[in-house]
């Protein structure tokens, strides 16, 4: 199985941007695919963008597509998320997840692994 610890999260002021990152360990990351995925109190987790397991894949969320970038370094073990152009309503807990299969998908359920979250705070 694999451990993932995201980081970069904090306080950036709207238009801002921010780089989140999460450290793969405990096995063999280039197996897995991999999501971003957001949460604001009370509503649903969503995806926002997922990656396949050498990076030739990507899906977006429409509400992302054009500010955020996802990547990964299959030889540093680490998934990014680049995020320019912030907003409030980028606000939430920001989690990454694996999944065993290699494709990028955004459904929930298919993932197997998560972090533990990193707090995004867009302040106007």
């Known amino acids: 199985q694999v451990q993932l610890l995201e980081s970069g999260g904090g306080l950036v002021q709207a238009g801002g941007s921010l780089r989140l990152s999460c450290a793969a360990s405990?096995?063999?990351?280039?197996?897995?695919?991999m999501g971003w995925f957001r949460q604001i109190p009370g509503k649903e987790r969503e995806c926002v963008a997922a990656?396949?397991?050498?990076?030739?894949?990507?899906y977006y969320d429409d509400s992302v597509k054009g500010r955020f970038t996802i990547s990964r370094d299959n030889a540093k073990s680490t998934l990014y998320l680049q995020m320019n152009s912030l907003d409030r309503e980028d606000t939430a807990v920001y989690y990454c997840?694996?999944?065993?299969?290699?494709?990028?998908?955004?459904?929930?359920?298919?993932?197997?692994?998560w972090g533990q979250g990193t707090q995004v705070t867009v302040s106007s």
């Open positions: 997840a694996a999944r065993r299969s290699g494709s990028s998908i955004p459904t929930i359920s298919e993932y197997d692994y």
């Open positions: 405990g096995d063999n990351f280039s197996r897995y695919a």
């Open positions: 990656i396949s397991w050498n990076g030739g894949g990507t």
